[in-house]
Each structure stands twice: as structure tokens, then as C-alpha cells.
């Protein structure tokens, strides 16, 4: 997998919506091996770095011959970015052609303003537990 490279944001001291969308997007399936298609769409409000394009460009090209579902890709280029960037916020998002006559949509989100999501099977905890 290619590198995330950053450069110094120009503007730290404003909030300002980047977003980059990338619509050639490829993996494997790893179930059939077959490739999967889609468009990632990076969102995020930088705080001291930005994606250099062109590494960015290289990165997601990388996963062209990776066995992965389209959870996992979009969570992971997340988790890549957070660590390259450190962004005051960040959402990627996924969208897979068709397969099977179903188009899916994966959405990931940093936001440490906002309470993470719990999943309705999760017991919801309180302080005394």
C-alpha cells in the first residue's frame, strides 16, 4: 500500500470542508475474487495536515488486488487517514455498484463531538455497570 503523504494545512485556524471524491475505485471480493467497483468519497475538516492528492491517488489504487469487503475498505481508509492526518473530523463513504441487484452504501465517521453509535443488539451501558 502506497503512503499517505500530508502537507501543512494553510488554514489551521479555520474550519473548512475538504473533500475529495475518488469515482474508479477498485478491490477484489474476497469471497468470489472477482473485482468489486465504486466511488469513495473522503470528507474531513483538517486541523494541521492535508492529503497530498497525488499519494492519496497511489493509496487507494493500492487496494486493486486486495481481498476485502466493502466494510472493511471503507473503516480501513478511515483509520489510515486519521492516523496520516489527525482531522478535527472526518466521513468516508463508499458506494459499490450493483452486485447481486443491491447497491451498497458504507459510511464511516470520525467525530469526537458527536457519542459513537451503539448497535441496537448492544445492551446499553450506564455508569453502574
Do not use: W
Not at 78 to 85: H, Y
Amino acid at each position: 500500500m502506497a503512503e499517505l503523504e500530508t502537507f501543512e494545512n494553510p488554514h489551521p485556524q479555520r474550519n473548512y470542508v475538504i473533500r475529495h471524491v475518488a469515482p474508479e475505485f477498485t478491490s477484489i471480493c474476497p469471497k468470489t475474487n472477482q473485482p468489486d467497483f465504486g466511488t469513495i468519497e473522503i470528507e474531513y475538516v483538517a486541523d494541521n495536515l492535508c492529503v497530498e492528492l497525488k499519494s492519496l491517488k497511489f493509496y487507494l489504487q493500492g487496494f486493486r488486488g486486495v481481498g476485502i469487503f466493502y466494510e472493511d475498505v471503507v473503516n480501513r481508509i478511515l483509520n489510515d487517514l486519521l492516523a496520516a492526518l489527525k482531522p478535527r473530523r472526518m466521513t468516508v463513504v463508499g458506494k459499490f455498484t450493483p452486485r447481486g441487484g443491491i447497491h451498497s452504501i458504507i459510511t464511516a465517521e470520525f467525530n469526537p463531538a458527536e457519542p459513537p453509535v451503539v448497535s441496537p443488539s448492544e445492551p446499553t451501558r450506564t455508569n453502574d455497570s
